[in-house]
C-alpha cells in the first residue's frame, strides 16, 4: 500500500532531550516535507526537500534539522526540543517538485504528536 | 512572500445547507490551488486542485471549487452538507516554487 509512514505518533519528553521523528514512503517521491500544525496557525513549514541530499528550510525551521540520505527517508531532528516545540507534525511527500504540481498531490502521514514539557 | 487567508475559523451548519468557504492567496504569478480535508485524528487528505483550464473544478464527495484570478480567490462550495462532513478544511497554494502555503484552516460543524 501507497502511504507515508510516521514514527512515533504520540511523543511525550523533556525540555533538551533530543529525539527523532522517522518519515518514510515508499512510492518513490521526489520531494517530502515537514509541518507542524497549531490551532489557528495552520500548517507551517518547518524543512523541505526537492531530493536526495537537497533539503531547504520552510517557514519555521528554528530549532529542527532534517536529513536526506535515500530517497524514501527524512528524519526530522531536535536537537535540544523546547516547550515551545509542542505541536502536531506532519510528514507529506510528492511525486514531483514543485509540490503538488504535474498532478502528483502531497501525501501525508497520520501524524507525530509532540508534547515537550 | 506568498500567503494564504481563510475568512472563517469556525463555521456550524445543519445538514442540507449549503457550504462556502473563503480562501484568497496573495501571489502574483501562476498558482496551482488546493482544498484539503482533515477528518477528527486523521491525516490530510486531497479534497479537490486547480492547475489550470476550467476555473470551476470537482472534487470528491461532492465538493467543488471556483478560481477567480481577478479576486485572488479559490471558494469552495457544496451545495448540500452531510454531517460526515464535519472536519477541517485547508487552503493550499503553490506558486510553482518549491513550498506550499497552507491556510489557517476552517473548522466545519455539521449538525444532524
Known amino acids: 500500500e501507497a502511504q507515508v509512514t510516521q514514527n512515533p505518533r504520540y511523543l511525550i519528553t523533556v525540555t533538551g532531550k533530543k529525539l527523532t521523528v522517522t518519515c518514510s514512503q515508499n512510492?518513490?517521491?521526489?520531494?517530502m516535507s515537514w509541518y507542524r500544525q497549531d490551532p489557528g496557525l495552520g500548517l507551517r513549514q518547518i524543512y523541505y526537500?526537492?531530493?536526495?541530499?537537497?533539503?531547504d528550510k520552510g517557514d519555521v525551521p528554528e530549532g529542527y534539522k532534517v536529513s536526506r540520505k535515500e530517497k524514501r527517508n527524512f528524519p526530522l531532528i531536535l536537537e535540544s526540543p523546547s516547550p515551545n516545540q509542542t505541536s502536531l507534525y506532519f510528514c507529506?511527500?510528492?511525486?514531483?517538485?514543485?509540490?503538488?504540481?504535474?498532478?502528483?498531490?502531497?501525501?501525508f502521514g497520520n501524524g507525530t504528536r509532540l508534547t515537550v514539557t | 512572500a506568498q500567503s494564504v487567508s481563510q475568512h472563517n475559523h469556525h463555521v456550524i451548519l445543519s445538514e442540507a445547507a449549503s457550504l462556502e468557504l473563503g480562501c484568497n492567496y496573495s501571489?502574483?504569478?501562476?498558482?496551482?490551488l488546493f482544498w484539503y480535508v482533515q477528518y477528527p485524528g486523521q491525516h490530510l487528505q486531497l479534497l479537490l486542485k486547480?492547475?489550470?483550464?476550467?476555473?470551476l473544478v470537482k472534487g470528491i464527495k461532492g465538493f467543488e471549487a471556483e478560481f477567480i484570478k481577478s479576486k485572488f480567490s479559490f471558494n469552495l462550495r457544496k451545495p448540500s452538507v452531510q454531517w460526515s462532513d464535519t472536519a477541517e478544511y485547508f487552503c493550499?497554494?503553490?506558486?510553482?516554487?518549491?513550498?506550499?502555503?497552507f491556510g489557517a484552516g476552517t473548522r466545519l460543524t455539521v449538525k444532524p
Open positions: 493550499a497554494v503553490n506558486g510553482g516554487n518549491n513550498d506550499m502555503r
Open positions: 507529506a511527500s510528492s511525486l514531483y517538485s514543485p509540490p503538488g504540481a504535474y498532478n502528483s498531490p502531497l501525501h
Open positions: 512510492m518513490n517521491h521526489e520531494y
Open positions: 486547480y492547475f489550470s483550464g476550467d476555473p
Open positions: 526537500s526537492m531530493n536526495v541530499e537537497v533539503t
Open positions: 501571489y502574483g504569478g501562476t498558482v496551482n
